[in-house]
């Protein structure tokens, strides 16, 4: 019997197999209760603090639309709206929400901040994207996988681009506990760090999963069930970085060529928000001065496997669910 109480949610190097699992069964059966609307707010009168020090839309929508549902109560902070960093500690702050609330929510830099509101709030701590882990993410993301594709044991997942990152870090994690293999296809800076890298290994032999990180295109992109990738600047990075990225990144950009290397029957997926036409102020901004009109992914890419990109954002609502669920209630029969 599983029992995730009073956890964290914080990366998912802390979770077995058994246990992602279980959190993903747990959103497969709130997204059958959603669409049959059947209320399950067992947890009324439970409160949940979200702090969101980087902006979001996924993930904001995702919490407060889950706590709703669970019957709770949603406390929106942003930096600007509250005393967070500026004139109180993450510690102080942490020791005032957990005398109020039941879980909190953080989305913002260091993954030393999750963790210091974890040790000293009290009270369950949802990883909502940090530099280093995007975890509620990679739910979502195995869940959708397994709707489109069943099974995930033995699946390749190719991550094209800046895998050093959140995304990249946290879909090789999640890759190698639940036995898809996982490839990196990017130039060497890009791949994720040695030390992560072995820790994954070993996770990887035990699943049965391969780890490749490689800066050949269709090496890397071969045969691969799914085509993943991410933009190529991530949030509180610094814009100047983005003249770099364009020049070594562009090679590794997700074209239908890729797509035809990869399996036939490949899906491609992209966390959001993406860059694949000129209808966003950034990428209008990049156009005139580099001339691109998409970066990571074509406009024809996006738009041709849109399916499983849209579903991968509505999962990130029952994904969430069941990581506050599961983390605030005695037990959750599923
Ligand atoms: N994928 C994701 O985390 O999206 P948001 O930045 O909109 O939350
Ligand atoms: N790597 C991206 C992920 C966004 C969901 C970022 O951190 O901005």
């Known amino acids: 019997m599983i029992s995730l109480k009073g956890r964290s949610f914080l990366t998912l190097k802390d979770f077995t197999p058994e246990e992602i699992l279980y959190l993903i069964d747990m959103a497969a059966h709130f997204k059958q209760m959603k669409k049959q609307h059947i209320l399950h707010d067992r947890l009324k009168g439970r409160n949940v603090a979200l702090i969101f020090e980087k902006t979001s839309t996924r993930t904001r929508s995702s919490f407060e639309v889950a706590a709703h549902d669970l019957g709770m109560g949603a406390t929106y902070l942003d930096p600007k709206s509250s005393q967070i960093g500026k004139k109180e500690s993450i510690e102080d702050t942490a020791k005032v929400l957990g005398r109020m609330f ?180 950034i990428g209008r901004e990049i156009n005139a001065k580099f001339g691109l009109t998409c970066m990571e992914v074509t406009d024809e890419v996006f738009k041709s496997y849109q399916d499983a990109i849209f579903d991968e954002a509505e999962n990130r609502m029952h994904t969430i669910k069941a990581v506050m669920a599961a983390t605030l209630a005695d037990d959750w029969d599923i």
């Not at 994207?129 to 996988?145: G, S």
């Not at 800046?162 to 506990?177: E, F, Q, V």
């Open 102 to 281: 039941d879980g909190i929510e953080y989305r913002g830099y260091g993954q030393e901040i999750v963790e210091s509101l974890a040790k000293h709030s009290g009270v369950p701590v949802w990883n909502g994207l940090t530099n280093e882990y995007h975890p509620t993410q990679i739910l979502a993301d195995m869940m959708t996988i397994r709707e489109h594709m069943g099974e995930l044991r033995g699946r390749t997942l190719a991550y094209m681009g800046d895998a050093r990152y959140n995304m990249g870090n946290s879909l090789m994690i999640g890759c190698a506990k639940l036995g898809l293999n996982f490839h990196a296809v990017a130039p060497k800076k890009y791949f994720p760090e040695e030390e992560l890298v072995s820790q994954c290994r070993k996770w990887a032999e035990e699943s049965g999963a391969e780890i490749l990180l490689t800066e050949d295109v269709k090496q890397g992109t071969g045969d691969a069930d799914v085509v993943y990738t991410d933009v190529w600047v991530s949030m509180g990075e610094p814009d100047e970085v983005w003249e770099e990225r364009i020049e070594e990144l562009t090679p590794y950009r997700v074209t239908m060529d890729v797509m035809k290397n990869a399996s036939s029957n490949a899906i491609f997926m992209h966390c959001l928000p993406a860059f694949h036409d000129l209808d966003t102020e």
